[in-house]
């Protein structure tokens, strides 16, 4: 594959608003030992890129400044020691930064294949919410088939994806909304939608037995409604703070009830850690992805030099599903 020298990008010109995203142009990277370029075609849109648009969410030591976590299209060359993969393969993956690009670079071993049947823009949107879900709704908290498992923003790229594989694996799924149309997309994929702006969650669960497990991504006042709605022996587990990661809790609740809380984030994480949550996609969701039992909700497409305007679109709260950057 003949490479270009220059590529077009769209870079983060200082901490603000989707307005500080412009585009621009950089030389093509070089891969290095252990990682692939990638040719992108479509880039996923997700929460984290709009925290490090504002100041937030700083690039870890070595990766692109430019933002864009996932992305799918072709291998377009290979470092020193990279094996399984050959130059014109389908791939997506999970980027530590620089995703908003015509070519990224990643280490190979949080590459996965197309799967079959699957277009590169629904590609592109599978890494960030399948490393997230699967990383933190079974390793760290354990969902097993029978039980309760409540997800907040049931709606968002995380949340679809969340009510798909807990579905799949067996579980009682609940998630929260904020309009009739968000949840009837979530009913949709499997879920029993609460209405968070006419009902409270907290009752739902409690009438049902208590969540066995919940997947919070809210935050704030939410904290200690989620220890009230767990069932005794329930896992919480954070992965965002939306509305703030402070709150006053009674921790004699956690005793009492032998609760657990635990979280994570995703980009600060080892390359042997995100390594290991891909080969457990390959293993466990990719055949779910296979059979149908797990798609994309797509909700827009915006080309690159656009990317403000996507910004501005999951800024807005509307969305359903995912946004994909169009890069070719």
């Known amino acids: 594959m003949t490479l270009p020298e220059q590529m077009r990008v769209v870079e983060i010109a200082g901490a603000g608003g989707p307005e500080v995203l412009r585009p621009a142009a950089r030389p093509v990277p070089v891969p290095g030992a252990g990682e692939i370029l990638i040719e992108v075609h479509y880039a996923g849109v997700n929460r984290p890129d709009a925290l490090q648009r504002a100041g937030a969410y700083k690039a870890p030591p070595g990766a692109s400044d430019l933002p864009g976590l996932e992305a799918a299209g072709l291998v377009a060359a290979i470092g020193p020691g990279v094996s399984g993969w050959a130059v014109g393969d389908r791939v997506c993956a999970l980027l530590p930064g620089g995703g908003y690009a015509e070519y990224a670079t990643c280490p190979a071993a949080h590459a996965l294949p197309v799967p079959e049947g699957i277009d590169l823009k629904s590609a592109a949107c599978l890494p960030e919410t399948c490393f997230t879900v699967w990383s933190n709704v079974v390793t760290r908290g354990g969902l097993k088939a029978g039980e309760r498992f409540l997800v907040h923003g049931g709606s968002s ?150 990317a403000a305007a996507a910004h501005a679109r999951m800024e807005s709260n509307a969305h359903i599903g995912k946004i994909a950057l169009r890069v070719r």
Not at 196 to 204: M, S
Not at 213 to 224: A, K
Request: aromatic share 6%; with cysteine; hydrophobic share 50%.
């Open 157 to 306: 790229g995380i949340g679809t994806t969340a009510i798909q594989i807990a579905t799949a694996l067996g579980a009682r799924v609940f998630a929260t909304a904020g309009s009739a149309e968000k949840c009837a997309a979530c009913e949709a994929l499997g879920a029993t939608a609460i209405n968070y702006r006419q009902a409270d969650f907290v009752d739902v669960l409690r009438a049902e037995g208590g969540a066995n497990l919940i997947l919070d991504m809210v935050g704030g006042s939410y904290i200690s409604r989620d220890i009230k709605a767990l069932a005794d022996d329930g896992r919480l587990v954070f992965i965002a703070f939306l509305e703030s990661p402070k709150a006053e809790i009674n921790f004699a609740q956690v005793m009492l009830r032998r609760l657990s809380i635990t979280g994570s984030t995703l980009r600060p994480q080892s390359d042997v850690a995100k390594a290991a949550i891909a080969a457990d996609l390959r293993a466990h969701v990719w055949p779910m992805v296979q059979a149908g039992k797990l798609r994309v909700v797509h909700d827009s497409e915006f080309p690159l030099d656009q």
